[in-house]
């Protein structure tokens, strides 16, 4: 069976998965079981569809449905096939999940496992719609869907995270929706994909459609300034849905820029200032949103700030990609857009984990508030072990997946910066600097999130009587912490296969650039490549010094209250998330304010003692506040002077629709 028919299939099933749901849904637990099951199945063809796409397996579906001016057109190739793989483990890990997870919405589950299918078929349509009419249809549905299952819980936050992911949203539609206008009316009308491969833009529109695109799809992606709804949105929604959020749906957004980039403008060239603002871009974001996530006692909301880190990473790769293209650096060009490959998927797998892991201690403990967990490494064992594994994965700690790609990125950045262009090597080296950076922020937050969550002693009632999670919980984190590993350890095999899809996305020689990517692989990314090896080091060390700490030390231990200055231990007395990120919140102070304010006064009492401490319960990045809440005071405000336009008299609502009518009869006529 071919990758397309399995890939079909699987969108059939999640569309009998959603339907499910709905004629179920006033048998609540019937509706989430039904809808969790059959997506899961879903998850399993898109899966097996995906891995064959990837392994050249290359299929299309050209039909008209509906609209004769826009056909039903669907590619699944090298590229899409990762993609489509990577959302399905993270579709399957959250349909298992959610079996157990989805009872905390109570008369809403049915609801959830409409949306939650809904929602994975919307993003596989995505990937693989090779017209901008589905395109389009396809993204307003997965942005809509996903908007529903944040604001499930319908509460005052969840609106307004979900109010926030939805202007933002839109304003990135729009801004697709105008480059691919832009490349269809110099494309002779023309809707299709492949039309657009076959049209050679000047470099003028060439470069607005980029900058359309890339603007588009950021918002998507959460590339900063564009960034303001992860924190707010992605806490909201289900855990399992946070996962997949963040580990598919704003991967999305990355598949966009290289759809646009280096894909429907193949024929027009890739431009060397493209890759540097990819780049700028990627490394701005990386090193605030890690330096933001730094602050958060919120554990869903650090996870948030972490995914703009990582999706600037990930364009550190994609923008030394298009920088060595733009200069025939072909090799290098395959082995930038590799690493970036590769840590999107690593992204996914350990981003995936970790949301499932906050989602498992806010499912034990009630809340997201690390300051009052604490000791639960005693009380989740299971979930403890996963979430290390994802800490060290995301912290790029050898032999995990996250170390392979960063390595790769580093090689990369290197590499570029070495090819006679002093742009290219100023802004290369710049990213490199910034990569270094933010893996050192990185571990230092992942220090704070595991040891002040998981370590210590329960610093709440909630934290000591905290039980672990059911097992298709811990089974989901389980197998995301599997796959970290395995792509950590196996990335002597999984390379390769991404040399390949990487060549194959850069048009028009894709056989020739696999063969100089791969040997440029080979050449200089020895160490990422040897993680079995080092793996094999790590478990011998760790062996012997465990082996001579026990030899050392039988018979010789004492169990001991410990000396706390003659006072009585208590759970105030460890450190807590806020003191241990001082240092870096002192020197980061300028980008931070105060999140929450009650009043006039008390508002100014608390700035007295923040100048005072330097230590605030509570922070927003100025980010923010600038650039997200600003604007979104003001279309409020829009909102709040529509409403009083509406009186409730209906003789009144009749005249603005006849001054509307003269209004645009005084326009045609103009016009006409």
Request: proline share 4%.
């Amino acid at each position: 069976m071919d990758s397309m028919t399995l890939f079909i299939a699987s969108l059939a099933v999640s569309c009998i998965g959603a339907l499910a749901s709905v004629l179920l849904i006033k048998a609540d637990n019937a509706a989430k079981t039904a809808g969790c099951l059959i997506g899961a199945v879903a998850a399993v063809l898109s899966f097996v569809a995906g891995i064959q796409a990837m392994l050249g397996d290359v299929t299309s579906v050209d039909t008209i449905v509906f609209f004769p001016f826009a056909h039903f057109q669907l590619l699944l190739n090298q590229l899409s096939g990762l993609f489509v793989a990577l959302i399905s483990v993270l579709a399957f890990a959250g349909s298992i999940y959610g079996l157990n997870y989805f009872d905390e919405y109570p008369g809403k589950k049915g609801r959830a496992g409409f949306f939650f299918n809904t929602f994975v078929a919307s993003m596989m349509l995505v990937i693989t719609a090779d017209n901008v009419f589905w395109f389009l249809v396809a993204f307003e549905l997965m942005s809509l869907t996903s908007y529903f299952l944040v604001v499930i819980e319908e509460n005052e936050n969840s609106i307004h995270g979900g109010w926030l992911y939805f202007v933002i949203a839109h304003v990135g539609f729009v801004l697709i929706m105008a480059s691919f206008l832009t490349m269809t009316n110099f494309a002779g009308g023309s809707f299709a994909f492949a039309d657009f491969r076959a049209t050679q833009f000047s470099p003028a529109v060439a470069s607005v459609c980029f900058v359309l695109a890339f603007f588009g799809f950021g918002a998507k992606a959460g590339i900063i300034p564009l960034h303001g709804w992860l924190p707010k949105a992605h806490p909201e929604a289900p855990s399992n849905v946070s996962a997949l959020m963040s580990g598919g749906m704003i991967k999305i957004g990355i598949f966009g820029i290289l759809k646009v980039g280096l894909d429907l403008l193949s024929a027009s060239g890739v431009q060397v200032w493209w890759g540097l603002m990819v780049m700028v871009f990627g490394a701005i974001s990386s090193v605030l949103g890690v330096a933001f996530a730094l602050q958060e006692h919120d554990i869903k909301r650090l996870l948030a700030y972490h995914s703009v880190e990582n999706i600037g990473i990930i364009l550190l790769g994609v923008g030394a990609s298009m920088a060595a293209m733009a200069l025939n650096s072909v090799g290098i060009a395959v082995l930038a857009l590799m690493a970036a490959l590769y840590h999107t998927f690593n992204h996914a797998m350990f981003k995936g984990e970790l949301f499932l892991g906050a989602g498992a201690l806010l499912y034990s403990t009630g809340t997201r508030n690390m300051e009052k967990m604490g000791g639960l490494f005693r009380r989740m064992p299971a979930t403890a072990i996963c979430f290390l594994v994802g800490a060290l994965a995301i912290s790029a700690i050898p032999p995990f997946n996250g170390f392979v790609s960063e390595w790769f990125t580093y090689q990369s950045l290197f590499n570029a910066a070495m090819q006679g262009d002093k742009a290219v090597m100023i802004v290369a080296v710049f990213a490199a600097v910034a990569l270094a950076i933010t893996g050192a922020l990185a571990v230092t937050c992942f220090v704070k999130a595991y040891g002040v969550s998981f370590a210590s002693a329960p610093r709440s009632e909630a934290a000591a009587n905290a039980k672990e999670v059911p097992a298709p919980m811990v089974f989901a984190q389980g197998l995301l912490a599997a796959i970290c590993v395995v792509l950590g350890i196996g990335a002597p095999v999984i390379a390769p296969v991404l040399v390949d899809v990487a060549a194959s996305v850069l048009h028009p020689y894709g056989g020739v650039f696999a063969a100089e990517g791969m040997e440029l692989m080979n050449q200089y990314s020895g160490a990422a490549t040897s993680t079995p090896a080092i793996a094999i080091a790590l478990v011998v060390l760790v062996g012997l010094a465990c082996g001579y700490r026990k030899l050392k030390t039988v018979g010789k231990v004492q169990k001991s209250q410990p000396w706390a200055c003659g006072y009585a231990p208590n759970e105030h007395m460890p450190v807590v998330a806020t003191t241990f990120a001082s240092e870096v919140s002192w020197f980061m102070q300028p980008l931070y304010t105060l999140r929450d304010r009650c009043t006039a006064v008390c508002w100014s009492i608390a700035h007295f003692f923040q100048k005072l401490t330097g230590v605030a319960e509570a922070v927003e990045p100025v980010p923010d506040k600038v650039l997200v809440d600003a604007p979104h005071k003001g279309v409020e405000k829009l909102a709040d002077l529509a409403t009083k336009l509406e009186g409730g008299n209906y003789s009144i609502y009749i005249c603005y629709i006849v001054a509307a009518l003269v209004v645009f009869l005084v326009l045609a006529v103009q016009m006409g």
